[in-house]
């Protein structure tokens, strides 16, 4: 605690004299209007404390106290439940599986090329969803090798719109 003795600095002879009985007097503006007010000084300390030790104002969170979800996942229909309950390892493995490849439009339309697949005609052959006359492929490759490389003149103008809004 601070002592009652004078040291000839003006500030510290300040904060001496609205030291009293563990109180500390205060007169300050806030927004404007004039408080006029006692704290308790222990109260104070132990909060000042607190924010020092416990770090209460910090809004960081450790990666382990959070959600390890991948939020993309999440929100994507295409990718199934156990890959949207991955909890991932750490910021930077999740940051690289967000930034990689796998939401990507290519991978996305793969997905459910590969859903539709499996619901239509799981030990069939794989058709292209744009052309209006069905056409046959053997493999997913095969389609999205046909799909890349048509165009309005080869398939048709509904084939590419098709193509164009599906991304």
Same mark, same amino acid.
């Given at each position: 605690?601070? *002592?009652?003795? !004078?040291?000839?600095?003006? #500030? ?8 009293? +009985?563990? %109180?500390?007097? @205060? ?50 229909? *295409?990718?199934? !439940?156990?890959?949207?309950? #991955? ?8 940051? +690289?599986? %967000?930034?990689? @490849? ?66």
């Amino acid at each position: 605690m601070l *002592s009652k003795k !004078d040291s000839g600095d003006p #500030k510290t002879q300040l904060v001496d004299d609205s030291i009293q +009985d563990g %109180i500390i007097e @205060t007169t300050d503006e806030i927004f404007g209007a004039s408080v006029v007010g006692e704290l308790p000084y222990l109260s104070l300390t132990e909060s000042f404390f607190d924010m020092i030790i416990n770090n209460t104002l910090s809004c960081a969170m450790r990666w382990d106290e959070g959600n390890q979800t991948c939020p993309l996942c999440y929100a994507d229909e *295409s990718v199934v !439940d156990t890959m949207k309950a #991955k909890q991932w390892r750490s910021k930077s493995t999740l940051n +690289d599986h %967000i930034h990689g @490849t796998f939401h990507s439009d290519y991978f996305i339309w793969t997905r459910r090329a590969k859903q539709r697949h499996a619901i239509e005609n799981p030990k069939g052959p794989w058709r292209c969803p744009y052309c209006t006359t069905p056409r046959q492929f053997a493999s997913l490759n095969n389609l999205v090798y046909h799909i890349k490389h048509s165009s309005a003149e080869t398939e048709g103008a509904d084939h590419q719109r098709m193509k164009e809004e599906d991304g």
